[in-house]
């Protein structure tokens, strides 16, 4: 068949798309968003919500995962006390890497209203934080739109990025 | 219809709050005049012994000394004070040296509540009644986690609410709101070791603070370089300098200035 009687548009557009591998990548890594569920306390609850039908957080590509092995993005949804900071650590180290971590909520930013000895006044003192959320809870669309930064935000970064830089240990 | 009216014209000059620190008034102490307790409580003498037995606000009291807990409340068991609602402990250490424990009872068959209270010393021990009521197993466990006492034959008297290597009780008074040196360093230590304290920083604890250094560490907010430079220590200063999107002119920039040599 000569070039000229190819019909381009019934076929989608183009034959041939152009990219670069990064790009391809972060496509693929950022629409396909697994969650390590980590409900601590009321916000998990607005997280639970995010999750349902009414909100649909699964049209962005994001599953809920319950193990570490399998989840890239931990969202921790609600206040860290000091007894279970250790496992929060050694789930976050447990995830493959790349990884990324959402702090959702006063209480996982800055401890929020238990400004005492039990709970932990941050999450980012054990575990490095890619997203705060703020609210106290926030609504299902504040997380869906935190997900979206997320998302932004691995499509802007190279796909091979070095991490080494935002940890202690 | 109007409500009636009150004046209220001085109603800024009056205070809020009297006291900040006000104390109560100790509640008086009436005598016992319901009669099954009283006969209940009576029996309670003559098998234990030095009892001391009071109504307040329609509730009824009774201590007794702390090495006879358990026989007493085995004995109050078997009067029908059969559930044991609550057991915790109060802290009068520093006004009186003591601790008093306390053991809500009910009876459901009668229709009564009864609490029985023992007074220890610090770090003193009592018995444990871990067999003879299965909710006092836990209470015990978080009495002894919060307060620091000590039941024997508990079996299993360890914290249940702070981590096992917690260091010091909780609600005890002198126990401080944030926490002490430990609480404070607790997860980090755990978690990095003590070196790492510096690193990390102290908790920061004022919700309206915002200080651009504190997430150094992990953002490090103010020491960005350019695309393949080396990081660099030296923070960068805040320069109020804002980009407008305006086409036709940029604002001034004081630190891309420059003196010419030569007028032009
Ligand atoms: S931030 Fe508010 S809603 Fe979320 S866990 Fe803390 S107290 Fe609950």
């Known amino acids: 068949m000569a070039k000229h009687q190819i019909d381009y548009l019934s076929s989608g557009g183009l034959p041939i798309a152009l990219t670069t591998v990064d790009k391809l990548v972060n496509w693929g890594r950022s629409n396909s968003l697994w969650f390590l569920t980590y409900g601590l306390a009321c916000c998990a609850i607005e997280m639970m919500a995010s999750g349902g039908g009414r909100f649909d957080f699964d049209r962005l590509g994001t599953i809920f995962r319950a193990s570490p092995r399998q989840a890239e993005v931990m969202c921790i949804a609600g206040t860290v006390s000091k007894k279970h900071a250790p496992f929060v650590r050694r789930l976050y180290d447990q995830m493959a890497e790349p990884k990324w971590v959402i702090s959702m909520g006063s209480c996982a930013n800055t401890g929020g209203l238990f400004n005492t000895y039990a709970t932990v006044q941050g999450v980012d003192r054990i575990i490095p934080v890619d997203i705060y959320l703020p609210g106290c809870a926030p609504r299902p669309d504040t997380l869906i739109y935190a997900a979206m930064m997320l998302q932004r935000k691995i499509r802007s970064e190279p796909m091979n990025r070095k991490i080494s830089a935002k940890r202690f240990v | ?264």
């Not at chain 2, 016992?32 to 009824?60: P, Y």
């Not at chain 2, 309206?208 to 960068?236: C, Q, S, W």
């Not at chain 2, 805040?238 to 001034?252: A, C, G, N, P, T």
Request: glycine share 4%; charged share 35%; proline share 6%.
């Open chain 2, 1 to 264: 219809m109007f409500r009636p009216y009150t004046p209220k014209g001085d109603v800024q000059k009056k205070p809020y709050h009297t006291d900040r620190f006000y104390v109560p008034k100790e509640i008086a102490q009436e005598p016992i005049t319901d009669e099954i307790v009283k006969d209940d409580l009576e029996k309670l003498e003559r098998a234990i012994g030095d009892t001391k037995s009071f109504f307040m606000r329609n509730e009824a009291i009774v201590y007794v000394p702390a090495p006879k807990n358990k026989e007493a409340l085995a004995l109050l068991r078997s009067l029908g004070y059969e559930q044991l609602m609550e057991l915790s402990a109060i802290d009068y250490l520093a006004t009186r040296g003591e601790l008093e424990v306390f053991y809500e009872l009910l009876s459901a068959v009668k229709n009564r509540r009864l609490r029985l209270k023992v007074v220890i010393k610090e770090k003193e021990a009592i018995e444990s009644v871990a067999d003879m009521w299965r909710s006092a197993n836990w209470s015990e466990r978080e009495c002894y986690d919060m307060f620091g006492v000590i039941f024997n034959n508990h079996p299993r008297l360890s914290r249940i609410l702070m981590p096992d290597d917690w260091n010091g009780h909780p609600l005890l008074r002198s126990y401080p709101l944030q926490g002490d040196e430990f609480a404070r360093w607790y997860e980090v230590d755990k978690i990095y070791g003590k070196e790492f304290r510096e690193k990390i920083g102290e908790e920061n604890r004022d919700p309206a603070r915002v200080d651009r250094n504190d997430t150094r560490n992990f953002a490090r907010l103010g020491y960005e370089v350019g695309v393949g430079e080396a990081p660099k220590d030296e923070i960068t200063p805040i320069k109020y300098v804002e980009k407008r999107s305006i086409v036709l002119y940029d604002d001034f920039d004081p630190q891309k200035q420059k003196v010419l040599d030569k007028r032009k």
